[in-house]
């Protein structure tokens, strides 16, 4: 028996009539929560789709709250809850730097800065993909009618609809299945990027538009995002040596730096390119090694660790070096070319000492000792002549040969 008697009586007479009004109280009773719930259930599948180990995102979540993104060193999408909106109207300050003022917008620069109730270590990981305020209640009218078409088609024993209104309610459900689809990629295709902006060095609000023919909304906005240089998959020792003399000249000016403190700088300061993943660092830093063309000015020099005691790098490897390091470690350390050449110097001019030193040694060490002399008053026999290697003349007395050896 139908749970809606009215319906179940009028059905014979007119079955797609009362097919179609069944749908449309179903979907006036929707709440909103329930139609974001549907969106993010689609969103969260572009979460394990289109990403590549290169060229994509380490991860990929829906995020509503900052408690929603973890605070990896890796950079990650952030596909934004449907409440969090962006409307490219909504900004303040001056025509020629204006900035977005949305709630997207807002609830962006909250999870660059903070996890929770915790300052984010990671803020150069950070990656927001936002829907559009105005194509969103396209999106949501089609979830809507899906959702209601569903109902409907799973209701058609309960409706008692034949069997011709309930393949047509299949129908109908597919095609807004599909609709959703497309309008998912034309709603979300606002991608908001972190940056360090203004001598305030304080952190604003980039907005790029998603391009591209892909249907994975991670890979387009990757995609977008590495034409636009926010999202850096290859980085080579030049350009390297260019942060180095730039943001980070201050930790340069030391001598040398360390990998894990150079990646845990990369990650935390928007002020530096965003790089994908530390894979991308140590390929750069390793190149460094091969490029020997001006290196002292564009590159730097390698070491597995520095003596302190004696004030020496260890391990250092200087560009045209036949071996790079085997494994890059947090304690590998990026050397500035002035200290790795100078202990180059020392170390080969040392080198030249010590072989110096075993030369001299090998020519002093095993000298030909001067034939045995007898006295001179004393007749030249055999033993005379073995008393005179023994150093002594016939009467026992040290010869003249034995006290000039004495003497030296």
């Not at 979907?27 to 929560?33: N, S």
Request: contains cysteine.
């Amino acid at each position: 028996m139908s749970p809606i008697p009215h319906l179940a009586r009028k059905t014979k007479a007119d079955p797609l009539a009362e097919m179609d009004r069944a749908a449309h109280e179903f979907a006036d009773r929707l709440t909103v929560e329930r139609l974001q719930a549907e969106i993010v259930r689609r969103l969260e599948e572009h979460c394990t789709t289109g990403r590549s180990s290169e060229e994509g995102f380490a991860a990929v979540h829906v995020v509503d709250s900052t408690n929603g993104l973890p605070d990896t060193a890796e950079v990650q999408l952030a596909i934004l809850h449907p409440r969090h909106l962006h409307d490219p109207a909504d900004v303040h300050g001056p025509m020629e730097s204006p900035i977005p003022t949305s709630d997207a917008a807002e609830h962006t620069l909250r999870l660059a800065s903070s996890r929770g109730r915790q300052p984010r270590l990671h803020r150069n990981a950070v990656i927001a993909l936002a829907p559009d305020a105005h194509h969103y209640p396209m999106l949501e009218s089609s979830v809507r009618e899906y959702l209601a078409w569903s109902h409907v088609a799973a209701m058609a024993h309960a409706l008692s609809l034949p069997e011709e209104a309930a393949d047509q309610a299949l129908t109908w459900k597919e095609a807004a299945d599909h609709s959703i689809g497309s309008l998912l990629l034309d709603t979300y295709f606002w991608v908001l990027v972190p940056v360090l902006e203004g001598e305030e060095e304080r952190i604003r609000i980039r907005v790029l538009t998603a391009e591209g023919t892909s249907a994975d909304l991670a890979e387009r906005t990757a995609l977008t995002l590495r034409a636009e240089g926010e999202l850096v998959t290859v980085r080579d020792d030049h350009a390297i040596r260019g942060d180095l003399d730039g943001p980070l000249t201050d930790r340069w000016r030391a001598g040398h730096i360390s990998l894990g403190e150079l990646w845990e700088l990369y990650t935390s300061m928007p002020s530096l390119p965003r790089l994908r993943d530390r894979s991308v660092l140590e390929a750069g830093l390793v190149s460094a090694i091969a490029d020997e063309l001006d290196w002292q000015y564009q590159g730097f020099a390698l070491a597995d660790g520095y003596d302190q005691r004696k004030a020496s790098y260890l391990g250092l490897r200087l560009p045209g070096d036949d071996q790079p390091p085997e494994a890059m470690q947090e304690s590998t350390l990026v050397v500035r070319p002035d200290r790795a050449v100078e202990q180059r110097h020392s170390d080969t001019a040392r080198e030249n000492l010590d072989k110096l030193r075993t030369i001299d040694h090998l020519d002093h060490e095993d000298p030909i000792p001067p034939l045995p002399r007898p006295a001179r008053a004393e007749e030249l026999t055999a033993d005379a002549i073995l008393r005179a290697g023994e150093g002594r003349d016939d009467q026992g007395r040290p010869t003249a040969t034995d006290r000039e050896r004495s003497h030296r």
